[in-house]
């Protein structure tokens, strides 16, 4: 049961609206200008300690875990070294956008654009960024929906996972600094490799010493609070939390209470020092079991109070917010900051790794239904029963929690990344899908990639249908191929021309970042950069794992080759100039054709006939990408990730031969296309599952929608537990269910008011329903809803 | 008809008597499955290879659900592919309805496949929600003239005769099982009489023959009880006149050839004779 305590903050989390605070900027921006000359590392590393020192402090009522980034509860935060333009561009109509409006006052406006912008012009990423970008790189890659990178543009990278367990719990950020000291003595300033390192433990002592001030400032105010408190009870929390605060970060936590209070203070660290994306937790109940497990022992806690901790810990995680331009909304939608955590899945040695707190993770998700954390779980083969029980009984409750992924392939991802084997066996989730290790450097959405586009240069002379635009090579027309032979030969080579405009897009931005934006604060948190004495922007970490490429359209894309294939070469249906002209006019005088193009074999339905397509596509994806090195010289990866990535690049896109109109949303990660899975979850897994996933490094993601009758009950739930274990037998690497019914959706789209706190899965995490645009609401309900396995 | 008894008012146990739990047996249904032998039978077969089952409550043979679900749950992964499950046997099974209820019920939650072995002898409205959790169930017929039945089981057969019946009205798939004994059941008679009944009631049920062994029959010299051929001299000495019968020397193994003239005359009768050998 959840207390009253938490069912309030839960009711705010859920009826208020994120605002944007301008302080954190400031403070940035005002210690920017003082810092002019000095080493990047070592401005960067001020500026976080100034905010630290000066940034309101804020203990919200009924907080138990505490530490805010703004002066709101649901906040958000500007980070102008990165972009200020999109924000100048859009701020004013943020409350009206359709995807992630925030509140943002004309007085705010009015102050940043006065204050803090002009400081900025000309020294933002951003501006550095596009400067950089060749002109035809540029022309594909910037606001196109064709390639898109622009979180790694007009954005932090994020995208980091904290070490707790070997850096720092048992180090605190007061042996941090110790550790850099001792560092620094062993280098002499004569060396010039050395100043730039004895600059990063500089840099590591400030952002340091600057999260401990921000912890002991909390506690200082929360002294202040209890001696003002009439409430008893509220007086003696008060303590403990001032307590505390004085303790963590600083030293190593003693107790399950403080272990999550770090935690949270890890957190506030990043985001203040770079508002990033998938900031992941990782593997929470192996690191916090240990502290749970001794209070109990010692008679500390109880279960109910540790429940409580858990899930005031869920509601810190979403009430601060990801502000992020109206694009990258998109791409991201649902004020998602993809903060996964996962339980579940094998302990280094190969033993299973459940536990109480394995439980508690799964049981906050479902008693707060908070979209944060990205709740991940690994299943393995031999998986406590218990534990598949605990997740599909979470699934029937129609949150889109948990996602769903297999330790084993999990694993291999990593081993085929290069990763030891214990260290692959200790994997983590990162963002939605993406297999990620706390010791680990990687851009884990380098960019999107719009497969559909090739098949529209390739039949469209190179291009774009929309506009006319010549955006991909030239290609001769259509009317004139003679073979299917020759139309795939078109779309690999347009294809190809895409992959290598993305590898240009991610190696640029990379040396912008190292030059422009390390990260000491994060990479403080892993223990490598330490060792080293690098930035994790740098290199630092002990695995530095290419970036990760991601298709998006896989369906679309292998669904249109099916057809064109099957109408124009095998039936002669039509021909292929009549095909062409078909999708020029969007169906328009064609709906005879379209039928017929319908009718061809769909991906996701265990036929041969597509899904070989698929594969085939797949895999030359992953050798083309696979071809290129990152700045670092580690080989690119590739992923079929979700995010809502789908829906902007479909509308970017004209007709496509599967039937599909123009503006339509693509398909998403290795999901068939909304209702083109017309057999069963069963056939749509194993065609996912042809795709050999394991060589994805950075993730595959299948979204299934379930009628809820399927999994009301106990048995129901044991046979999707089944299913995914079968699933995940043939080697797939994820799967995540949505069982509400459309008649729920619809009744959502109409009366969002009663609807708040409705979870639903958009692809790789779960937000409110409500909070999604309309468009992503329809594409929502459109998905195969299977009503038997 | 007798009114459907009410779930709540049913009787459960999370603790019964096991005599044996046997992993990866493959004899008892589809695939690789745990069979539960439970303690306690209302019948007395003479030829029973199980005569240590027939007493209950032993200490020694005490298991919680819980305790049974932990061996259970370690071969789950094995049921996978193979259409496996659980095949709750005995002694016979009904005869702890509680617990089996408690088992039948975890179990299905939890999706596994389950069958029953039965002698068919117990009331049928009380273990009717137990049954219909089945997906295949053995059903016992072992002798239909009765005056035979009573000598060699220790019970009349009309009950169990009935209960078939109803048996066959679930919807479940069915095995009737006859154990062939030479001197006991395996005369034409006793077949022709056999699947002129299931004919007649249970049309869709399948036909099993299990040829008679001797296993087990050291456990009798064990107990101190009298052994099957005892008993079975003893029974030769009661005034038996069936059609078609007559007693042999002592219980045997029916030849191949004669269990191979039985399911010519189930064929005859349109039953199809099945075999998890």
């Not at chain 1, 003696?236 to 770090?262: D, G, W």
């Not at chain 1, 999107?448 to 190179?462: D, T």
């Not at chain 2, 068919?120 to 003239?145: H, S, T």
């Not at chain 2, 029959?217 to 007559?246: C, H, N, W």
Request: net charge negative.
């Amino acid at each position: 049961m959840i207390t009253q305590r938490i069912e309030k903050i839960r009711l705010n989390y859920v009826n208020s609206k994120p605002c944007i605070s301008t302080e954190r900027a400031q403070l940035f921006t005002e210690s920017h200008k003082k810092t002019e000359g000095k080493p990047v590392c070592i401005r960067r590393a001020q500026a976080f300690y100034d905010t630290c020192a000066n940034l309101g402090v804020h203990i919200f009522e009924g907080e138990l875990i505490v530490g805010a980034i703004g002066e709101f509860r649901k906040c958000g935060i500007l980070t102008p070294e990165f972009s200020w333009k999109w924000v100048d561009r859009e701020m004013d109509t943020f409350s009206d956008r359709a995807q992630d409006p925030y509140v943002m006052t004309k007085e705010q406006c009015e102050y940043v654009r006065k204050e803090i912008f002009p400081y900025w012009k000309g020294k933002s990423l951003e501006e550095a960024f596009l400067a950089r970008l060749p002109e035809d790189t540029a022309k594909i890659g910037v606001d196109t929906g064709i390639l898109d990178n622009d979180s790694k543009w007009r954005q932090a990278v994020g995208e980091v996972t904290p070490d707790y367990q070997d850096q720092l719990f048992p180090k605190g950020f007061g042996g941090i600094i110790r550790e850099a000291e001792e560092k620094k003595a062993a280098l002499s300033y004569a060396d010039a490799d050395s100043q730039e390192k004895m600059e990063f433990y500089d840099s590591v002592i400030l952002t340091s010493k600057g999260i401990i001030l921000y912890a002991n400032r909390y506690a200082d105010e929360a002294e202040r609070l209890a001696k003002i408190e009439k409430d008893e009870k509220r007086r003696q929390e008060l303590l403990v939390i001032a307590s505390n605060c004085r303790k963590v970060p600083e030293h190593s936590p003693e107790t399950f209470y403080e272990a999550l209070q770090f935690m949270w203070f890890t957190q506030i660290g990043g985001i203040l020092s770079e508002n990033p994306l998938s900031l992941n937790p990782g593997r929470f109940d192996q690191y916090t079991d240990p502290y749970y497990e001794e209070d109990l022992a010692k008679k500390r806690i109880t279960p109910e109070f540790a429940q409580e901790l858990v899930d005031a810990l869920w509601l810190k995680y979403s009430e601060w917010v990801w502000t992020i331009s109206a694009n990258t909304a998109d791409y991201f939608a649902g004020y998602n900051q993809f903060q996964n955590l996962t339980v579940g899945g094998k302990k280094r040695d190969g033993s299973d790794g459940t536990n109480a707190m394995t439980y508690m993770a799964l049981k906050a998700t479902e008693e707060t239904k908070t979209h944060q954390p990205g709740l991940s779980v690994r299943v393995h083969q031999d998986c406590p029963e218990e534990f598949m029980a605990a997740v599909t009984h979470l699934v029937s409750t129609g949150t889109g929690f948990p996602a769903i992924h297999n330790d084993s392939a999990g694993y291999q991802m990593l081993i085929n990344a290069g990763y030891e084997p214990d260290d692959a066996r200790d994997w983590n989730n990162c963002g939605c899908v993406v297999p990620h290790f706390r010791k680990t450097g990687e851009w884990t959405a380098a960019v999107n990639m719009n497969f559909g586009s090739a098949i529209e240069y390739a039949l469209n002379e190179g291009k774009s249908l929309m506009t006319g635009k010549q955006m991909g090579l030239t290609e001769k027309p259509a009317a004139e191929f003679t073979s299917y032979g020759e139309v795939e030969e078109a779309f690999f080579r347009q294809f190809k021309n895409l992959c290598y405009h993305s590898i240009v897009l991610t190696t640029t931005a990379q040396r912008i970042h190292k030059e422009m934006v390390p990260r000491p604060f994060l990479s403080s948190c892993i223990e490598a950069c330490m060792e080293k004495g690098v930035d994790l922007s740098k290199g630092g970490a002990k695995y530095n794992v290419g970036p990760v490429i991601t298709g998006i359209g896989l369906a679309v894309t292998a669904n249109s080759l099916a057809a064109v294939k099957k109408l124009v070469f095998e039936e002669q249906v039509c021909t292929m100039g009549e095909l062409v002209q078909a999708l020029r006019a969007d169906w328009e005088g064609y709906e005879w054709l379209r039928k017929k193009a319908q009718a061809v074999p769909k991906y996701g339905n265990d036929d041969p006939y597509v899904d070989q397509i698929a594969v085939k596509i797949a895999n030359f994806f992953y050798h083309e990408i696979h071809g290129y090195k990152d700045i670092f010289g580690a080989p690119f990866t590739t992923a079929f990730m979700g995010i809502s990535n789908y829906i902007p690049m479909g509308r970017v896109l004209g007709a496509t031969p599967c039937g599909r109109k123009c503006g339509e949303p693509s398909s998403e990660g290795v999901s068939p296309y909304v209702g083109s899975d017309t057999s069963t979850p069963l056939a749509a897994m194993r065609s996912a599952a042809k795709l050999n996933q394991e060589v994805h490094s950075g993730g595959t993601l299948l979204n299934l929608r379930l009628n809820q009758e399927l999994v009301s009950t106990k048995r129901g739930q044991a046979n999707l537990g089944a299913t995914i274990q079968n699933f995940f037998s043939l080697g797939a690497f994820h799967v995540q269910f949505n069982t509400l019914s459309s008649k729920v959706l619809r009744a959502a789209q109409e009366k969002p008011e009663d609807y708040r706190d409705l979870l639903v899965r958009v692809a790789g995490y779960s937000t409110q329903f409500v909070n999604l645009s309309k468009s992503l609401q329809d594409a929502i309900i459109a998905r195969t809803e299977h009503a038997e396995f | 008809m007798p009114k459907k008894i009410q779930s709540s008012a049913l009787l459960r146990e999370e603790t019964g008597y096991v005599m044996q739990l046997q992993n990866f047996s493959v004899n008892d249904g589809e695939g690789i499955r745990t069979t539960i032998f439970l303690c306690g039978c209302p019948l007395h077969c003479i030829w029973c290879c199980n005569p240590e089952n027939m007493a209950y409550r032993d200490k020694a043979h005490k298991m919680t659900l819980q305790e049974v679900e932990a061996v259970v749950s370690r071969q789950a992964l094995f049921f996978r592919r193979c259409d496996g499950g659980i095949t709750f046997s005995g002694g016979e099974a009904t005869i702890q309805q509680g617990f089996l209820r408690s088992m039948t019920e975890r179990f299905y939650d939890k999706g596994y496949k389950l069958s029953i072995e039965t002698c068919g002898y117990f009331n049928f409205e009380q273990v009717r929600d137990i049954l219909e959790k089945m997906d295949l169930i053995f059903f016992d017929l072992k002798l239909m003239d009765d005056r035979l039945h009573q000598s060699f089981t220790g019970v009349s057969n009309q009950i169990i005769k009935e209960n078939l019946k109803k048996v066959g009205q679930l919807g479940i798939p069915l095995v009737v099982r006859i154990p062939v004994i030479v001197g006991v059941n395996a005369f034409e008679n006793n077949i022709h009489a056999t699947c002129s009944f299931l004919q007649k009631y249970v049309p869709e049920a399948k036909l099993e023959f299990l040829p008679y062994h001797k296993l087990g029959m050291d456990k009798y010299e064990k107990l101190g009880m009298p052994t099957p051929d005892e008993q079975y001299e003893s029974i030769r000495k009661e005034d038996i006149a069936v059609s078609g019968f007559s007693f042999a020397a002592r219980m045997t193994t029916p030849s191949e050839e004669l269990l191979s003239a039985f399911s010519d005359i189930a064929r005859a009768y349109h039953i199809d004779t099945i075999s998890f050998r």
